[in-house]
Antibody
């Protein structure tokens, strides 16, 4: 059974940092391209980052609104993908999903507020 | 960025009847490899999105064949035949052709 489980969300002040973790199992993680997608409180879905596999040099890409602030990374030995979020803004408040686009985790909620 | 425009915003359906949801992209989603990279997802209340249709017309594993996808290079339709109570939720189309990957704003399906 494929599983993706996100952790690390919570309440954080503007300007602070947070790191999300997505632990996976049930599929060949090492060859999967992994993504982070967030959903605003208004239910809008926004793709924010992707990391390719080793054969594609772990290439990363980001939506413009998070470039320079967020970093996606992976550890194939742990079948996990991460999202380091720095300089958080109130508009980053959302539920963050880890996904292969075939499968999605249950999400972790991030609230940025003073 | 490719804009995905969905309609209607919401739809109310009697159980057993059909429903159609439209999605239009601002650019052709047909790749040179012949694949059209439009996907459909259903987000049931309190859950994460689940894949229904991939590459415009392919039914995802475990999805009832009451769901079907069709379209052209820029206009796409998700059809749900014989709607059931378990089909309630928000339906999203998304394009996986090029970054940034983008989604429609969603269509909420309710049961009458």
């Amino acid at each position: 059974e494929v599983q993706l489980v996100e952790t690390g969300g919570g309440l954080v002040q503007p300007g602070k940092s947070l790191k999300l973790t997505c632990a996976t199992s049930g599929f060949t993680f090492s060859t999967a391209w992994m993504h982070w997608v967030r959903q605003s409180p208004e239910k809008r879905l926004e793709w924010i980052a992707r990391i390719k596999d080793k054969s594609n040099n772990y290439a990363t890409d980001y939506v413009e609104s998070v470039k320079g602030r967020f970093t996606i990374s992976r550890d194939d030995s742990k079948s996990s993908v991460y999202l380091q979020m720095n300089s958080l803004k109130e508009e980053d408040t959302a539920t963050y999903y880890c996904t292969t686009f075939d499968f999605w985790g249950p999400g972790t909620m991030v609230t940025v507020s003073s | 960025d490719i804009v995905m425009t969905q309609a209607p915003l919401s739809v109310s359906v009697t159980p057993g009847e059909s429903a159609s949801i439209s999605c239009r992209s601002s650019k052709s989603l047909l790749h040179s490899n012949g694949i059209t990279y439009v996907y459909w997802y259903l987000q049931k209340p309190g859950k994460s999105p689940q894949l229904l249709i991939y590459r415009m017309s392919n039914l995802a594993s475990g999805v009832p064949d009451r769901f079907s996808g069709s379209g052209s290079e820029t206009d796409f339709t998700l059809k749900i035949s014989r709607v059931e109570a378990e089909d309630v939720g928000i339906y999203y189309c998304g394009q996986l052709l090029e970054n940034p990957l983008t989604f429609g704003s969603g269509t909420k399906l309710e049961i009458k």
